[in-house]
């Protein structure tokens, strides 16, 4: 027989015959310092090879709390780890209905280890996969749109000339504010940024060749194709995210109406229409803070500001200007209607679609543009 405890709490192990013991609790077991855990009480049982049943009994047990539940339950998987039978049968119902509910609930499996973070490798590997299959999906959306664009140019689809009204309200005149914010503060930027440089040699008035290449070229049309897919895109992922929750895409496809031609195509080419326009519009608006610049800072006139900028933008950087503008529109169109087609039918993931729907926008718009860039230096356009 073992025996253990204080005055306000004891427990004793008595062995009942060869393959069964019986432990006795008693006194007051509640919450505070010297509270046996079940570890202890399992050692004191002796080797649990030959024992197959552990009886609970409780002798003068006058008051409990949920410390005696918890032990109770851990010295319930301690039997059950070793092939022991717990009998609880002998202690008062409450607790017994305490310590049958909280066995009811596992505990889970890693509960005491510390879960462990993939490696570097790993999480590359992982993101590289991730990235390759939405490329591919992206590519694969892309292509059944041009199929679709081509098969309106000579044949009759089935899309709505007031959608596609619509989709060029979106993508050009409501988009005009934002637009000329964005340009405007870009074309200061860039004269504010020449004229401290070129202030030291001397040569002030090619701030204009500064911020007239680098609209043309570069930041109007990557800019406002950004812009666009933080706006237009997410717009687009919303809408089509929401249709596919409300069942409507399925119901297209029901009627054997294509949603590439229905839904898609209208805001394709509202954006393929609209973007260049939108170009053009925010070169001219950086041009002029660019200007105002050069006329407050550099007392050069907007008459001399303006010779400069035609000697030093070619008719070349304004066609490679369109195509990047055409380019990026379709992608900003492609990035929202795929991320609203992906939706699942759930609400909840609606803005998470309009949210990658940005992403993979911007992440496409900025591949795109260095791949232009360096086809253009190569080609010397």
């Known amino acids: ?30 919450a505070r310092p010297g509270i046996p855990t079940a570890g202890s009480i399992f ?12 009886t609970c009994e409780a002798v003068g047990l006058a008051d409990w709390d949920s410390s005696l ?40 499996k890693d509960a005491h280890r510390t879960e462990s973070r993939p490696g570097v490798i790993e999480t590359v590997g992982t993101e590289t996969l991730k990235a390759v299959k939405s490329g591919g999906e992206m590519l694969g959306f892309l292509g059944e749109c041009i199929i679709a664009l081509v098969w309106a140019v000579f044949h009759k689809v089935h899309f709505r000339r007031q959608d596609v009204a619509s989709a060029l309200q979106v ?6 504010a934002i637009v000329t914010l964005i340009s405007f503060l870009m074309g200061l930027i860039l004269g504010f940024i020449g004229a401290v440089q070129l202030q030291q040699f001397g040569a002030e008035i090619y701030v204009a060749n500064l911020v007239g290449i680098g ?50 195509l209208p805001r394709m080419l509202a954006l393929i229409v609209m973007l260049p326009l939108l170009v053009i519009y925010a070169n001219i608006v950086g041009m ?39 380019v990026f529109g379709i992608i900003v169109a492609v990035a929202g209607c795929l991320r609203g087609m992906q ?3 759930s609400a909840m993931v609606v803005g998470g679609a309009a949210t990658s729907a940005v992403v993979t926008g911007i992440v496409a718009i900025i591949a795109s543009n260095a791949v232009l860039t360096v086809l253009y230096t190569t080609l010397g356009f």
């Open 288 to 326: 002029f803070g660019g200007g105002l610049v050069a006329w407050s800072m550099l007392d050069i006139t907007f008459l001399e500001y303006f010779i400069q900028l035609q000697s030093a933008v070619t008719i070349g950087d304004w066609v490679g200007c369109m195509i990047k503008a055409v």
């Open 171 to 176: 993508s050009g005149p409501d988009a005009l």
């Open 43 to 54: 050692d004191m049982l002796g080797d649990p090879a030959p024992m197959k049943r552990l």
């Open 1 to 30: 027989m073992n025996e253990a405890g204080t005055g306000d709490f004891g427990f004793e192990v008595v062995p009942s015959r060869g393959d069964a013991c019986t432990l006795r609790l008693s006194g007051r077991w509640t």
């Open 343 to 345: 939706c699942e039918r």
């Open 215 to 264: 609209m043309v070229r570069e930041i109007a049309a990557m800019m406002t194709a950004i812009v666009m897919a933080g706006r237009t895109g997410a717009a687009f992922a919303a809408e089509l995210g929401t249709m596919q929750v409300n069942e409507e895409i399925r119901a297209l496809e029901t009627f054997g109406i294509s949603p590439i031609e229905f839904l898609v």
């Open 69 to 108: 539940v918890a032990l109770l339950r851990s010295l319930s998987q301690l039997c059950s780890g070793h092939g022991i039978e717990l009998d609880l049968k002998a202690l008062p119902e409450g607790l017994r209905r305490l310590v049958d509910l909280s066995l009811a609930i596992p505990a889970p």
